[in-house]
Structures are given as structure tokens and as C-alpha cells.
């Protein structure tokens, strides 16, 4: 008997962490951050700065615990060169204002990944194997990529949208422009056609799919805290509302 119930404990301590992995959240987010060659140290610290900022917003914590499970799991990575992706922080519950302000702290205080090419395709592959994986489950599955400048290594980012759509996952954008005299790479920051319109046509996919535009690194926060609110709170199916 005693055998039984010592077995019973052990399957009931194996089975544990499967139950863990199964919490249901209202949303599993990525987001991807570029931090290639063209975002300079002072950009790169607006940016951070920006998205700890953008977190920690009431706004955006009172969108992040409006739906039924009253929070969202999210997970931050850093990207560059194909190949070059790192998870800066692992996939972490926000459902208030003290766990939105510990993920903001904890991004200010985690150390630049590296620098380097850019690879919105390896972006997109890794933020899709971060999904695949996450220890939770949600129906809604977004990765947030931002960036400054084309696809210029790794495969067709196209390759990378299409396989991450059809998988049921919504990528949307935040589009940094960089004025072209302050450009070291002209051609990359700004395409023929303006890189709105690039990741318009390249990177984003999926049911309600969007992008915003930040002109210059300053602006990030500001823009991500509206990105943000917009992204948690929409409800799929319905008609996207742009947050002024």
C-alpha cells in the first residue's frame, strides 16, 4: 500500500509541470527587438528604455488583464545576423502592475545581445520555435518585430512570414525610420519605396495584422505603448481600430 501511494505521489509530481505547461493565457506575444549594426548604443538604450516604458503603461497592463484569463505570457528576443537570436527574457506572466514593472526592470538591467546583419527572416524562424515551445497555451499567438531597416541576411523573409502564417500566427510591426542623412546605409534603412511600405508587403501577416511607424529611436515607446494596446486588446474577427 504504502508502494502505491509513494508511486502515486511521484506520478502526481512527473505530471506537475504538464499541468504547468497547459495554463491558459489570453495571449502569447514575441517580441522581437532589432539590434543590428544600424541601432547605434544611444539608439539601442531608447529603444530598451522605450520598451520597458511601454510595458509597464497602465494602458497598456489594464489591456494586457482585460480578457477572461486576465493575463498574457509574453517573451522578449534580440536579434541581428541570421543565426544570431537571444532570448533576453524567457517567456513571463503579466497579469498586474507588479509583474508588468518586474519585466520592465529586469529588460533595463539585461545587457545588450550583440550586433550585426539583419535577419527578419531568422527573426520571424526563431519567434515561431519560441511559440511552439511556450509553457503556455493561447489561441492567439503574435510576434511584435521591430526594426530599422530591410531583410539583408538569412532566407526571403517572405519564406518566413508565409510558413509563420500558415501556422495561425499574426506578426505585426513597428517600422523605425532613420532620416537618410543620418544613415551610414541609406539603401537598407530607407528602400526604394519607403520601409513602411517594405514591411508592409514583406513582414507582416495575419488576422488583423498592422504596422506602426516611429520616426527615430525617441519615439519608440511612445509608439510600442500604443502598438501595444492595440495588439492586446484586439479580438480576432473584428475590424482593427487604430489607437490615435
Not at 511600405?197 to 516611429?214: E, H, M, P, R
Request: charged share 25%; hydrophobic share 45%; glycine share 10%.
Amino acid at each position: 500500500m504504502r508502494r502505491r501511494v509513494a508511486l502515486l505521489g511521484l506520478a502526481l509530481m512527473l505530471l506537475a509541470p504538464a499541468a504547468r505547461a497547459a495554463e491558459a493565457v489570453d495571449m502569447l506575444l514575441v517580441l522581437a527587438a532589432d539590434v543590428s549594426r544600424s541601432v547605434t548604443e544611444p539608439k539601442f538604450k531608447l529603444q530598451r528604455e522605450g520598451a520597458a516604458a511601454a510595458i509597464t503603461h497602465p494602458d497598456v497592463v489594464r489591456a494586457m488583464t482585460s480578457g477572461p484569463n486576465r493575463r498574457i505570457a509574453v517573451c522578449f528576443i534580440e536579434w541581428a545576423t541570421a543565426g544570431m537570436q537571444n532570448i533576453v527574457i524567457d517567456w513571463t506572466l503579466i497579469g498586474d502592475d507588479a509583474t508588468a514593472r518586474s519585466f520592465g526592470d529586469r529588460l533595463v538591467e539585461a545587457p545588450r545581445s550583440f550586433a550585426g546583419s539583419t535577419s527578419i527572416s531568422g527573426a520571424i524562424d526563431f519567434a515561431v520555435s519560441r511559440l511552439e515551445t511556450a509553457p503556455f497555451r493561447s489561441e492567439r499567438r503574435v510576434i511584435d518585430i521591430s526594426g530599422d531597416g530591410h531583410n539583408n541576411s538569412g532566407r526571403l523573409v517572405t519564406e518566413a512570414r508565409d510558413e509563420a502564417l500558415g501556422k495561425g500566427i499574426v506578426i505585426n510591426a513597428l517600422v523605425i525610420l532613420t532620416p537618410p542623412e543620418e544613415s551610414f546605409r541609406p539603401e537598407h534603412t530607407n528602400p526604394p519605396g519607403g520601409l513602411e511600405k517594405y514591411f508592409k508587403d514583406n513582414v507582416i501577416g495575419g488576422d488583423g495584422a498592422f504596422t506602426l511607424v516611429a520616426r527615430g529611436h525617441g519615439t519608440f515607446g511612445r509608439v510600442l505603448t500604443k502598438k501595444l494596446i492595440q495588439e492586446v486588446a484586439y479580438v480576432p474577427g473584428s475590424e482593427l481600430a487604430i489607437v490615435q
